[in-house]
């Protein structure tokens, strides 16, 4: 009897109209995960009848000939772009921005899903009931002039500023610089539309009134300098931005910070700041803004794929270690429970834990803060076994989008 295969298909967006009785019959069993379906009532019939698995978050019956296009990253719709003769279903697995004066355009489509954000004009809004949008939707003033979604005014920017415009950033407007000239763009009619408003106080009277009053408005000591990362506290940026910061990011006080943090008179730091052990009461004394704290080691491994974590790499860490959105870390055989006492400050964000013992493990649960999941290091081995061993008797497919 011939042993048949398994067939496994793994994707964003699965078209199995055109799946056909010989193709499911050469398998014994067909399993299909996917975000999303297209089928229409023949191919689901064919699919009840050979018992095949779906796992979806949505189900599009398209019938006739709509014809399915997809398109894996950022898209729009404007004026005037050529369109096919025949009826298309649109899935972007991005983010759509849709043009002002696109409502014909959008006419032709039979549908759109989009797996991401949705940008288009307010009067739009009406025409998005055809649209599915499993993300954000986001609306900007008719007329406006779009900026970029983070927005740094520079003191030239009133010379290109038109009569009676409306600028519109998404996000924030940093205007930080003491020769942006408020009062000129004034004298244009000139307004701003954004969700936040950085301002030094000296500008704050000749600014506010440009903007409208949905905007959360932060003000910012003069000479306060706008950083648009994460970073890292030292010399070299304070050098750079001077002593009065605003971090729109997460900044690290490690243990080579303390000539740069004498030189901080202002600090604002709109995401996590991250303090070493010794540092932290020095930090705690001092008058700054941000949304979390967190105390971490004196040598910080991030966003690894896997971090490799030795006796020796610990026992050399004098002020700890600390372990932060790492995909997997794995404990080698000679860390002890007490020196993972001694050593790991903090674990935190990470998918998964491979411990080689379970005193290891007990000692890494205690600490740790979303972490996804703990293994022993042999489970982890018969679990890839048990992979590679499945994958003689399935056929896997796996793609962002996937037609039969």
Same mark, same amino acid.
Do not use: W
């Given at each position: ?66 014809? %399915? ?8 719709? %404007? ?9 298309? %279903? ?23 899903? #989009? ?41 030239? %920017? ?105 030189? #901080? ?79 790991? #400050? ?6 998964? #834990? ?51």
């Amino acid at each position: 009897m011939e042993n048949k295969k398994n067939l496994k298909v793994n994707c964003a967006v699965c078209d199995v109209r055109n799946i056909t009785e010989d193709l499911l019959s050469t398998y014994a069993q067909v399993d299909i995960n996917s975000a999303t379906i297209i089928t229409n009532p023949a191919a689901q019939a064919l699919l009840g009848r050979y018992g095949v698995k779906i796992n979806a978050a949505s189900t599009l019956n398209l019938e006739g000939d709509v014809r %399915f296009a997809s398109v894996n990253g950022c898209s729009r719709i %404007f004026p005037g772009q050529t369109m096919p003769e025949e009826k298309v %279903f649109l899935v972007v697995n991005g983010a759509l921005d849709i043009e002002p004066g696109s409502e014909d355009i959008l006419k032709n489509y039979a549908g759109i899903m #989009v797996n991401g954000a949705l940008t288009c004009p307010e009067s739009m809004t009406g025409l998005l009931s055809s649209i599915t949008v499993n993300g954000a939707t986001k609306t900007y003033p008719d007329g406006s002039i779009r900026l970029k979604k983070i927005t740094v005014l520079d003191r030239f %920017f009133h010379l290109r500023t038109k009569e009676d415009a409306l600028y519109y950033a998404a996000k924030q407007i940093v205007a930080l610089d003491l020769g942006i000239g408020f009062a000129k763009m004034a004298e244009k009619r000139a307004r701003f539309s954004t969700g936040k408003l950085l301002v030094s106080e000296a500008l704050v009277e000749a600014a506010v009134p440009l903007f409208d009053e949905t905007a959360d408005i932060v003000v910012l000591p003069d000479g306060c300098a706008y950083v648009d990362d994460d970073a890292v506290l030292d010399e070299d940026l304070v050098k750079r931005y001077g002593g009065k910061l605003y971090i729109d990011g997460s900044l690290s006080i490690t243990p080579d910070s303390a000539s740069a943090l004498d030189q #901080v008179s202002y600090l604002r730091v709109n995401g996590d700041l991250l303090v070493c052990r010794s540092m932290k009461d020095r930090v705690m004394e001092m008058d700054m803004a941000y949304d979390r704290l967190r105390v971490v080691g004196g040598l910080l491994i991030s966003g690894r794929v896997r971090a490799e974590i030795t006796a020796s790499l610990l026992a050399d860490a004098e002020e700890g270690v600390s372990l932060m959105d790492c995909a997997n870390v794995a404990f080698a055989g000679d860390v002890t429970p007490e020196l993972l006492k001694e050593k790991l #400050v903090s674990l935190s964000d990470c998918a998964a #834990v491979i411990c080689a013992d379970k005193e290891q493990k007990s000692v890494a649960e205690a600490l740790a803060e979303d972490v996804a999941s703990f293994v022993l290091a042999g489970e982890k081995e018969e679990e890839d076994e048990d992979e590679e061993d499945g994958d003689d008797d399935t056929v896997k497919i796996n793609a962002a989008t996937y037609a039969f």
